[in-house]
């Protein structure tokens, strides 16, 4: 079972950028695709990034633009740089490996992402 730790969250104003990071075990992360995903308080989590073992990219349309997730391989980490951040961003942000769109590894604690208006 992949094993995943989330860091690299805090409290920004509105405008501001943050950049996550996630470490994965396992010898297999570079043949896996990747996933950000965010949980608000009272909401589902929901998927908002994804990046393929080949690199490509997807997003939700909310963070189109202000979002950008991309992988280090020999690092086995996976980055999602954030910019331009809004109120509703606030959120705890996890990762996990996807197969498909199922994350199929064990959730880490997340990291918070607090943006003040």
């Known amino acids: 079972q992949v094993q995943l730790v989330e860091s690299g969250g805090g409290l920004v104003q509105a405008g501001g950028s943050l950049r996550l990071s996630c470490v994965a075990s396992?010898?297999?992360?570079?043949?896996?695709?990747m996933g950000w995903y965010r949980q608000a308080p009272g909401k589902q989590r929901e998927l908002v990034a994804t990046?393929?073992?080949?690199?490509?990219?997807n997003y939700v349309d909310s963070v189109k633009g202000r979002f950008t997730i991309s992988r280090d391989n020999a690092k086995n980490t996976v980055y999602l740089q954030m910019n331009s951040l809004k109120p509703e961003d606030t959120a705890v942000y996890y990762c996990?490996?996807?197969?498909?769109?199922?994350?199929?590894?064990?959730w880490g604690q997340g990291t918070q992402v607090t943006v003040s208006s």
């Open positions: 996990n490996v996807l197969f498909g769109l199922v994350p199929i590894g064990s």
């Open positions: 396992g010898s297999i992360f570079s043949i896996r695709n």
């Open positions: 990046i393929s073992s080949g690199g490509s990219t």
